[in-house]
Nanobody
Framework: QVRMVESGGGLVQAGDSLRLSCAAS????????MGWFRQAPGKEREFVAA????????YGTDSMKDRFTISRDNAKNTVYLQMNSLKPEDTAVYSC????????????????????WGQGTQVTVSS
């Protein structure tokens, strides 16, 4: 059975850091690219970052990649999202997702292309 569980969210102050973790079952972790998305109340789901199975390639957005870093440890079947210099506008539910690798990489940016999802973890940044 496929299972993905996020952890590490919480309430922090602006400027603080958090590291989110996503533990995935082995069957989907091998050879799967992983992504992080977030959704704030009243807003659409937003791409945060993605990483290929090997970890050699990562993808992010211009607005976040200077503060957020995605990484993975295949031995632990875990993907991480290191978030630094957090801002109140980063407040959202953060979810990890898995999909088969995309040679063209463009699919990583769209949540509809991901097959498996975790339940999400709340990140709240106070000003």
């Amino acid at each position: 059975q496929v299972r993905m569980v996020e952890s590490g969210g919480g309430l922090v102050q602006a400027g603080d850091s958090l590291r989110l973790s996503c533990a995935a079952s082995g069957r989907i972790f091998s050879n799967y690219a992983m992504g992080w998305f977030r959704q704030a109340p009243g807003k659409e789901r937003e791409f945060v970052a993605a990483i290929t199975w090997s970890g050699r390639s990562t993808y992010g957005t211009d607005s976040m990649k200077d503060r957020f870093t995605i990484s993975r440890d295949n031995a632990k079947n875990t993907v991480y999202l290191q978030m630094n210099s957090l801002k109140p506008e980063d407040t959202a539910v953060y979810s990890c997702a898995a999909r088969i690798e995309d040679p063209s990489y463009t699919g990583y940016y769209y949540y509809t292309t991901y097959r498996y999802w975790g339940q999400g973890t709340q990140v709240t940044v106070s000003s």
